[in-house]
């Protein structure tokens, strides 16, 4: 149901999955647990497309993830929060410029690491 896609955060591209319903809906940002952008958190996001959502999970970590928790709780310290910051207020952006997206406010949802990030874009 989703892509990926590519939107303009922090001055560079950031990678993302886009997923739309068949017509307008609200748009919500799912944001990633410690393991990065994998299937799970894609799915995720095509079921809010499916309940009417325009749902897009940007990709923290811009390319890597892992299944090893080891490795993820690594790479969740190792992320820097200002950057990720700023990758949350660009996915707020691109998704709120996206035609399909009524009304135009954004709601936030997030796992683990995910759902502390979704209070700081929140807020």
Not at 5 to 10: L, M, P
Not at 114 to 119: D, E, N, R, W
Request: aromatic residues 8%.
């Amino acid at each position: 149901m989703g892509e990926r896609i590519t939107f303009k955060a922090n001055g560079t591209d950031t990678p993302g999955y886009l997923a739309r319903p068949e017509t307008s809906g609200p748009g919500v940002i799912v944001i990633q647990e410690w393991w990065g952008l994998v299937p799970h958190i894609e799915s995720i996001a095509d079921r809010f497309a499916e309940a009417g959502f325009v749902a897009l999970a940007p990709d923290l970590y811009h390319g890597r993830s892992t299944k090893s928790p080891d490795e993820a709780g690594k790479m969740m310290m190792a992320m820097r929060i200002d950057a990720a910051e700023r990758d949350l207020a660009g996915a707020i952006d691109y998704l709120s410029a996206q035609r399909e997206v009524r009304p135009k406010k954004i709601g936030t949802v997030g796992f683990c690491m995910g759902g502390a990030l979704s209070l700081l874009a929140a807020s």
